[in-house]
């Protein structure tokens, strides 16, 4: 799957590769040694649990690489009064009679717990564009729509926060 990515986005996980390649990687290789050295491998769990850590690492840095070469390059860049990438937007649900506040972001951030929605969820996809004020159909499937209300729109400028999800 192509994964829709910002260039803040990829900056991140260019970042997380270079630090497991040249920090974690370096840690994983030493723990390796000094487990081997401690004598029998097949009853030396650090050992195990060590070669286990530095493959999980390099798993990691090979799903990242491969995220980036396939990844489509997406704009974070709105209308001042529209909703866009990295807004936190205020919706009222019709059906419920209540509000809600989510911030929209890539897949990759998405977390619906932590109030992070993605641009590839359906209300997601729904509310890119919009304004205040406008009434938004949210399709989820063939059979199942909603209705939200866009309340308020605010520009989000701080991504110290955000964490590229782990997989």
């Given at each position: 799957m192509r994964e829709k990515l910002t260039k803040q986005d990829i900056q991140k996980i260019k970042d997380?590769?270079?630090h497991r390649r040249l920090v974690v990687r370096k840690e994983a290789?030493?723990?390796v040694k000094e487990a081997r050295a401690h004598g029998d491998l097949?009853?030396?769990?650090?050992?195990?649990?060590?070669?286990?850590?530095?493959?999980?690492n390099e798993s990691r840095i090979r799903?990242?690489?491969?995220?980036?070469k396939t990844a489509?390059?997406?704009?974070?860049?709105?209308g001042?009064?529209?909703v866009g990438m990295d807004n936190t937007v205020t919706v009222h649900f019709e059906e419920d009679n209540e509000d809600e506040t989510y911030r929209i972001v890539t897949s990759i951030r998405g977390n619906s717990l932590g109030g992070m929605i993605s641009i590839e969820s359906p209300i997601g996809k729904a509310l890119m564009g919009h304004k205040v004020g406008d009434r938004v159909k949210v399709q989820v499937n063939d059979q199942?729509?909603?209705?939200?209300?866009?309340?308020s729109i605010t520009k989000t400028s701080d991504e110290s926060e955000d964490t590229i999800r782990r997989f």
């Open positions: 997380e590769i270079e290789i030493e723990a097949s009853e030396n769990f650090e050992y195990h649990a060590a070669k286990k850590d530095k493959n999980q799903y990242l690489e491969r995220m980036l489509v390059v997406v704009e974070d860049k709105s001042e009064d529209e199942i729509s909603y209705y939200v209300t866009v309340k």
